[in-house]
T-cell receptor
Framework: AQSVTQLDSQVPVFEEAPVELRCNYS??????LFWYVQYPNQGLQLLLKYLSGSTLVKGINGFEAEFNKSQTSFHLRKPSVHISDTAEYFCAVSRLNTGFQKLVFGTGTRLLVSP | DSGVTQTPKHLITATGQRVTLRCSPR?????VYWYQQSLDQGLQFLIQ???????AKGNILERFSAQQFPDLHSELNLSSLELGDSALYFC??????????????FGEGSRLTVL
């Protein structure tokens, strides 16, 4: 079975500062990795995904993540955050080649951006 | 707008009651997923349907059931409700095999409060 650990439940940061949200996963098989974002009172939307190839993945809104197989990590980064990035961020995994996208989510990290 | 529609958005009911949550997937999507989001459990996968058939089951209680109809909309039935069932219930859809892995499109959720 797959599992995801998001070590930080909340990350406060000032506007225009860089941020890193940490994600570690556990799996006995190869996985796909994802970051989803949930803005207040909304559903989740896909931020970025790693399927294969380059370990540095770029997503929407200036976010990027790096897949590190040896450390089983998939940390999310943004060089300069905006107030509008305040949201809950979820890391997720799914098994390769299942044909169906059952995702296992982490517990989420709340990013709080202040002026 | 993800294209996934969930009704009702809010629902308040009493313990022991039964409710039905409805989900209309994105046009053309064959797979429907149900997730439960609560403060203590995070995002938990409940069940998945593909073109009317159950495909995967997660942490779904026996008091809960779901189905997907020929027009591909889905309903999640929650019965003998308990206080602990209070949560945000998300529906997500995807096209199924052949679509990019992990690309789930989420609705805005149905917030259930059990008093």
């Amino acid at each position: 079975a797959q599992s995801v650990t998001q070590l930080d439940s909340q990350v406060p940061v000032f506007e225009e500062a860089p941020v890193e949200l940490r994600c570690n996963y556990s799996s006995s098989v190869s996985v796909y990795l994802f970051w989803y974002v949930q803005y207040p009172n909304q559903g989740l939307q896909l931020l970025l995904k790693y399927l294969s190839g380059s370990t540095l993945v770029k997503g929407i809104n200036g976010f990027e993540a790096e897949f590190n197989k040896s450390q089983t990590s998939f940390h999310l980064r943004k060089p300069s955050v905006h107030i509008s990035d305040t949201a809950e961020y979820f890391c997720a995994v799914s098994r390769l080649n299942t044909g169906f996208q059952k995702l296992v989510f982490g517990t989420g990290t709340r990013l709080l951006v202040s002026p | 707008d993800s294209g996934v529609t969930q009704t009702p958005k809010h629902l308040i009911t009493a313990t022991g009651q039964r409710v039905t949550l409805r989900c209309s997937p994105r046009s053309g999507d064959l797979s429907v997923y149900w997730y439960q989001q609560s403060l203590d459990q995070g995002l938990q996968f409940l069940i998945q349907y593909y073109n009317g058939e159950e495909r995967a089951k997660g942490n779904i209680l026996e008091r809960f059931s779901a189905q997907q109809f020929p027009d591909l909309h889905s309903e999640l039935n929650l019965s003998s409700l308990e206080l602990g069932d209070s949560a945000l219930y998300f529906c997500a859809s995807s096209a199924g095999p052949g679509q990019g892995p992990g690309e789930l499109f989420f609705g805005e959720g149905s917030r259930l409060t059990v008093l």
